[in-house]
Antibody, heavy 118, light 107 residues
């Protein structure tokens, strides 16, 4: 059973960079066949797909966030990470990581709340 | 970008009811529609893939229908444990997009 767990600071100051890591267990990122996605949900709102990465480092980002997003992978640690720069209060959200296969997102993490505030 | 319009936003059901949740896509997405269940503080659970296929391990009271632009998640004989937030996802094109979600309450 694949499990994903998000980790990182729960509070980020405006204009700084939000950094989160997703640790994968029960499966290897480097085995291929899947992409690894980040998704967020603003308080009381719907979900927004941020982007994904393949084990090779190939990425695809949501055009709405592309200028501020970087997703990276560390296969030695079986982790992938999200960096979102120049954050504002509008980036306050629950951030999720998930495995993304041919049938879409199948396994999700529990999510982590990130608040942007001074 | 494909917009998904999900309805209703909230519904209250009695155990044993049949519940339908709709998700309408702004363009044809074939059968590239998934449904998920999420409870507070828990990871989302994948319940329906490719519009109509029940994910292994999911109770058969859950079913999905639709193709193209109109999709429905049905819960037959709803149980108290089905109280949750349900949402749809299209993976036909990028960026992936989601419905706004439906909160299902069990009376």
């Amino acid at each position: 059973q694949v499990q994903l767990q998000e980790s990182g600071p729960g509070l980020v100051k405006p204009s700084q960079t939000l950094s989160l890591t997703c640790t994968v267990s029960g499966g290897s990122i480097s085995s291929g066949g899947y992409y690894w996605s980040w998704i967020r949900q603003h308080p009381g709102k719907g979900l927004e797909w941020i982007g994904y990465i393949y084990y090779s480092g190939s990425t695809y980002y949501n055009p709405s966030l592309k200028s501020r997003v970087t997703i990276s992978v560390d296969t030695s640690k079986n982790q992938f990470s999200l960096k979102l720069s120049s954050v504002t209060a509008a980036d306050t959200a629950v951030y999720y990581c998930a495995r993304d296969g041919q049938e879409g997102l199948d396994y999700w993490g529990q999510g982590t709340l990130v608040t942007v505030s001074s | 970008e494909t917009t998904l319009t999900q309805s209703p936003a909230f519904m209250s059901a009695t155990p044993g009811d049949k519940v339908n949740i709709s998700c309408k896509a702004s363009q044809d997405i074939d059968d590239d529609m998934n449904w998920y269940q999420q409870k507070p503080g828990e990871a989302a659970i994948f319940i329906i893939q490719e519009a109509t296929t029940l994910v292994p391990g999911i109770p058969p009271r859950f079913s999905g229908s639709g193709y193209g632009t109109d999709f429905t998640l049905t819960i037959n004989n709803i149980e108290s444990e089905d109280a949750a937030y349900y949402f749809c996802l299209q993976h036909d094109n990028f960026p992936r997009t989601f419905g706004q979600g439906t909160k299902v309450e069990i009376k």
